[in-house]
């Protein structure tokens, strides 16, 4: 039924639901856990370019649709405020630090990216004035303004340095035309000052990598998906709990789920950040007391939030496991942040090994895909990264908001007709049985 669900239909896209596993449409109707990833699946995964911070200096506002780079080629032309140096040098990294590939058609150059972040920094350089515009093997190449006279740049392409789930950066080795060698690294500011072990390893032993200079930072903005807010707003109405399992950082992730209502101001959240076994024992237990005298007298609302570090020893460690499990399931709502594809398997396999209700878990990624096929059912949605994971789900929707009548329409009819016909076999067999 949710096939022809007209309302489940998404039009723009030419998108409709898609039930790959019809035994179990009755479990949507009894779903008490929901483990959703954040990118792609409450956000609509298309990255905007806000502004930036390049050598002290901000450019950019929050009430701005689009970047403008007037500012940037202003100050590139006349470095009055002393930072043209580092401008050339982040313009630099964001036209040549990527996996992009770009295909020239007609007179344009149309830019395929793995990731949407990608795309949107190579077209903040892009427009910017470095014009990235060839890719080839063992080369890169992209055109740069020099006050109004575009130059040619070609760097050789020694090595790509693949993103790393764990690291959450990639990078770059590029010779340049002088002859000098650069490694160009971009992701998460507070992971360790190297990219992936195994790929950086054999640059450690050559000493490439050394004397890192931070050259500026990016803000890009990823909007809330349409109806995101009253989808949870139901979900956690019905006595649902919604874990949100995300690769973001803390101040993101809260900041997220006040926009999208999963957490509010009534209720009292609480965050779990240590890397130290004994602080995060001694916290967990803690909370447990005081939470536990406090909703016996008011009822109170609470909202788990952990980091990875901290996530990592609770997953190792059986005594930790079973104080955090408390602890979370009987939480409001529970976020993770900075999970990798590991932990949020992890997590959601905890859940449906000691809870009683089912779990649905939904994304939008190949690195949700673990974590779809870890719980009782898996939803997966058709996002800016492809099909992956609605390729490898029970059951497939176009956008977050079509898990309001997946639950609430198609799972809760689906498991009345299961009782009706269920009753319908008993008192039939009993019929029979009376009339022999």
Same mark, same amino acid.
């Given at each position: 039924f949710a096939l022809k669900d007209a309302e489940m239909y998404d039009e723009h896209n030419d998108i409709a639901a898609e039930a790959r596993s019809s035994m179990l449409t009755g479990e949507l109707g009894e779903v008490k856990y929901v483990m959703a990833d954040k990118t792609g699946t409450l956000t609509r995964n #298309?990255?905007? !370019? #806000?502004?930036?911070?390049v050598g002290g200096v901000k450019y950019g506002s929050k009430k701005q649709e689009s970047f403008n780079p007037r500012m940037i080629l202003s100050d590139l032309k006349s470095n009055r405020r002393g930072n043209s140096g580092d401008l050339h040098q982040f313009l630099t990294a964001c036209a040549v630090c990527h996996t992009v590939v770009p295909e020239k058609k007609l007179d344009t150059v149309v830019m395929h990216a793995s990731s949407p972040? &990608?795309?949107?920094?190579?077209?903040?350089?892009?427009?910017?004035?470095? #014009? !990235?515009?060839?890719?080839?093997?063992?080369m890169i190449m992209f055109t740069e303004l020099q006050?109004? %006279?575009?130059?040619?740049?070609? +760097? &050789?392409?020694?090595?790509?340095? &693949? !993103?790393?789930? %764990?690291?959450k950066r990639m990078g770059v080795v590029v010779k340049r035309e002088d002859g000098s060698l650069r490694l160009y690294i971009k992701g998460a500011l507070d992971q360790p000052d190297s990219a992936s072990r195994s790929d950086l390893m054999h640059l450690v032993e050559s000493d490439l990598v050394r004397e890192m200079k931070l050259i500026g930072a990016s803000a890009i903005e990823d909007r809330l998906q349409e109806k995101v807010p009253e989808t949870i707003t139901k979900i956690l109405s019905a006595g649902m709990h919604l874990w949100m399992l995300t690769g973001d950082?803390?101040?993101?992730?809260?900041?997220?789920? +006040?926009?999208?209502?999963?957490?509010?101001?009534?209720?009292?959240?609480l965050v779990l950040k240590s890397p130290v076994t004994e602080e995060v024992t001694s916290q967990l237990r803690l909370w447990l007391t005081q939470i536990g005298e406090k909703r016996l007298q008011k009822g109170l609302r609470t909202a788990l939030l952990v980091e990875s570090s901290s996530l990592d020893l609770i997953l190792a460690d059986y005594d930790l496991t079973t104080d955090f499990l408390r602890l979370a399931l009987a939480s409001h709502t529970v976020i993770c942040c900075r999970c990798t594809p590991l932990q949020k398997a992890s997590v959601t396999r905890l859940v449906r090994q000691n809870s009683s209700g089912c779990v649905l878990a939904i994304g939008d990624g190949g690195n949700d895909i673990a974590m779809i096929q &870890?719980?009782? %059912?898996g939803v997966g949605i058709h996002g800016q990264e492809g099909n992956q994971a609605a390729m490898s789900a029970d059951f497939s929707i176009a956008q977050f908001k079509h898990l309001d009548r997946l639950l609430f329409v198609h799972g809760s009819l689906s498991l009345f007709r299961t009782n009706r016909t269920l009753l319908y076999t008993i008192y039939k067999n009993a019929l029979e049985m009376g009339v022999v």
């Open positions: #298309k990255m905007v !370019f #806000k502004n930036c911070s972040d &990608e795309y949107a920094l190579v077209g903040f350089a892009y427009n910017a004035g470095f #014009k !990235f515009h060839t890719r080839t093997p063992s006050g109004d %006279v575009p130059i040619e740049r070609q +760097f &050789e392409l020694l090595q790509v340095l &693949e !993103f790393d789930s %764990v690291c950082k803390l101040e993101t992730a809260i900041n997220i789920g +006040f926009s999208c209502n999963l957490i509010s101001n009534k209720v009292t959240i &870890e719980a009782h %059912v």
